[in-house]
Structures are given as C-alpha cells and as structure tokens.
C-alpha cells in the first residue's frame, strides 16, 4: 500500500508520523494533505536508511542537490564526498544524475550512503547505456530501467511524461530550444521514431510500477524555458496543461506525484507561473529548478536561482533543486556542490519565514538572541553554514573579543549595554 493510499483509508503509517513531528503539525492534517495530493512522503520501503521527509502545502521549503558522475569525471568517492556536504547542510533530497562508470552500482552505494531521499532521472541510463544513440532504445527497456531503479529502492523518479509531439513545432520560436536533457533526448526518440512519447503512452505501466516500490513521480519539464526570452512560452504551457492531466492519472492510481517547473523566469513572471501549476494540477507539489531570473550571471547562477527560488516558494513551490555557481559551465566541485545547497537553504528559510512558519520564526528567534549574547560557538553550530562565519571570525583582528572587527569598539550592541548599566546605575543611586 502506497503513502496516498493509506492516507485515503485514514491510516496514519509511521512515515507520517515521524514528519508531523519533524514539521510540529498534526499527524492527522498531514494525512488529509497526502490523501488530496497536495503533499506527498517520497518513501520507497526498499531504501531503508533514509529518513522521511514531506514535501508539499503547510510543510517547510525542502532542498534537493544533484550529484553524480560524468565522462570528464567518473569517481564515485568525488559524488560521495558531496553527498556528505550536502546531508552536513541540511538538505533533504540528493539526486544521482550519473552518467558514467557503473551506474547501477553507483546507486546501490549512494542508496546505502544516504539518509536523505534519493531521486534519479531514469532515462539517464538508458541515454548513457545507449550512448544517446535512440534508434534500438524500445518501450520494453525504458519500463525495464524504472523497474529495477524502483527494486533498487530509489524514493521519486523524473520522468519526461508531458512532452507531446503536439508540443514540438512549438519550440520552433525559442531561442534555447530544449534545455532538458531528458527531454531533448525523449524528443529525439518521438522524431526518428515518427511516434508518441512511450512514457506518456505507455503511461498506465508507469504507474504500476510507480505503485509497486511506492515511488514518487516527478514530472519532469523537459520543455522548461532555458532563457529568459523564452519564459512562459506555449511550448511550456502546453507541457504543463499534459502534467495536469497526469497527475490526476497518478494520483487515482495511488501515485504520489509532484510537478516540476522551470527553469529561467524573470521575477516579474513567477507569481504566474506558480499559480498556473496549482491551478492545472490541483495543488499537487511544485518542485522548481531555480528558478533562475536571469540569464547573465554565469559563476553568480547559485545567486539568481536564490533570488528566484525564494519568490516561487512564497508564491507557493514546495521543493527547490539547488543551482551551483557552475551551472552552465562544468561539473560542480565539492565546493561549488556547498554554497548551492546553502543559497538554496537560505532561499527556503526565507520563504518559510514569509510564510509565517512557527518553526522558522522560532529558529531566527534564538539566533538573534543568541547574537546579542555574542555566543559566537553558539551560532556556528546553528548557522545553515557554519564554516564560514567561523572562518571569518578567525581571520579577524580582534578574534579575542566578543564584538566582530566592523565595529569593533563602537559595536552598536556593546554600547547600548553600557547605556543599560549607566541608566541602571543612576536608577539605584536615586533610590537609595
């Protein structure tokens, strides 16, 4: 029995449990919220050392950071490196995008390596084991692929189910195209082969196998916009309107399904965007890459995608993927895989606070407070990062004191202490 349909048989499973007391709501909230689709637990039973997590409507911003191999760089222990940043920062959700060396092996290690949950793009393998060649790749060996991914234990999957051939001769007028590697790789197929998506035809098969290791479906974007001129085009409503009819396909399967979205959005545009989803997809959960709002930020993109990650998760958006400062450019590091998990935990936070989330409040509460008390150890070990802070409190010239070099002497909250204790002092002098 899947997630969605124990909570349509009013049974609280213990997935549901451990996350209404994660989130501080009710349990029974939670289980309305999965039963209509709005939230959803990824939670195959197969991958047994992660810990659960919700993703959806009344739930706290959720992160998800891709790794994974490449031909230029195949090492195993390089991915498992920046899975361990990324669970140390926080973020709930890793992706395994390889496409080099021994794939299903390198599942199998990240599956054992993480608590968080883990996603994949299935065609991946297909693409690499094919070597992006479409001509021998048969609906038999997608469905295979997705099959074992599941047996694997892998919690969601994004599958590039909405691209049509309708939608095709849309993209004539943009000016990137398909920025999707699944999805370009799924056009691809339908051309040469003169037929209709298979994920989205043999789509009935999909969700059996969806059903059988409760994996989530994450409808992939493969049409989202990958510059700014081209936004909101017909090509990506026209995919989006499909993943509305998707989506309810899922859910009266027993499918919990989240919609993902685009991509680059200029800001002015994303309120919009979010609204068209809940609207074409009944509130299903909206998991956005980005988005980034600008096009002329290479090296900066973890920045823009920042800015518009947190405008989309107000707006409503329930999972953000992480955008590294290399977006565009190569495989991210170590280090570029940590300051894109923490733009993206410090773009959820925000959103969450905007949201009036009682734990979040709570959260910047105590470090405020713990910041007035200088109790620089304090905020290190509570800080979305805190090796930085630590770093730079180190390199100061006045590490040995409780004020930070900006001010120094003149710290602002050192002098309204000495003003307290003066206007204390004059107080008990004029009482006695």
Excluded at 122 to 145: A, C
Excluded at 196 to 215: G, K, Q, S, T, V
Excluded at 310 to 328: I, K, Q, R
Aim: aromatic content about 6%.
């Amino acid at each position: 029995m899947t997630q969605l349909e124990a909570a349509r048989n009013g049974i609280i499973t213990e997935e549901m449990k451990t996350v209404a007391q994660d989130e501080g709501i009710d349990a029974e909230m939670l289980r309305e919220l999965i039963a209509e689709g709005k939230a959803v637990i990824p939670a195959n039973p197969g991958h047994t050392s992660r810990h659960p997590y919700g993703i959806g409507e009344s739930l706290r911003v959720k992160v998800n950071a891709n790794i994974g191999t490449s031909p230029k760089n195949a090492s195993v222990e390089h991915e498992l490196a920046k899975l361990s940043v990324v669970e140390e920062l926080g973020a709930e959700s890793i992706m395994d995008l390889s496409i080099a060396g021994d794939l299903n092996s390198i599942r199998e290690t990240i599956l054992a390596k993480s608590k968080m949950l883990v996603g994949t793009v299935p065609i991946y393998q297909i693409l690499t084991e094919n070597q992006g060649d479409v001509k021998s790749l048969s609906v038999k060996n997608l469905l295979d692929t997705i099959q074992l991914q599941g047996r694997q234990g892998v919690d969601f999957i994004t599958v590039h189910c909405g691209i049509t051939r309708a939608a095709l001769p849309l993209l004539d007028r943009r000016v990137m195209g398909i920025v999707s590697r699944g999805g370009s790789f799924t056009a691809k197929w339908m051309k040469y082969h003169g037929k209709e998506n298979p994920l989205y035809e043999y789509y009935d098969d999909l969700l059996a196998i969806a059903r059988e290791y409760d994996m989530t479906l994450s409808l992939g974007d493969g049409l989202r916009p990958g510059a700014i001129a081209d936004a909101t085009d017909p090509a990506q409503l026209h995919e989006l309107k499909v993943m509305g009819e998707l989506t309810q396909r899922a859910q009266s399967a027993g499918v919990q399904v989240m919609v993902e979205g685009p991509g680059h959005v200029p800001l002015n545009q994303i309120e919009e965007n979010v609204r068209l989803q809940r609207e074409l997809c009944g509130d299903a959960p909206f998991y956005v890459l980005g988005p980034l709002t600008t096009d002329i930020a290479p090296g900066y993109d973890h920045i823009a995608g920042a800015i518009g990650g947190a405008l989309a998760a107000y707006y409503g958006a329930s999972f953000l993927c992480y955008v590294t400062p290399a977006e565009h450019l190569r495989l991210p590091s170590i280090e570029d895989v940590r300051e894109g998990v923490v733009a993206s935990k410090i773009a959820a936070h925000s959103a969450d606070i905007a949201k009036m989330n009682t734990k979040a409040w709570e959260e910047d509460r105590e470090f405020s407070e713990m910041r007035k008390a200088f109790d620089w150890e304090w905020m290190y070990g509570h800080a979305i990062d805190g090796r930085k802070p630590r770093r730079y409190r180190e390199e100061s010239t006045n590490y040995d004191t409780e004020e930070c070099s900006m001010c120094g002497e003149f710290c602002a909250m050192k002098l309204q202490e000495q003003s307290e204790r003066a206007e204390n002092e004059i107080e008990r002098n004029n009482i006695i």
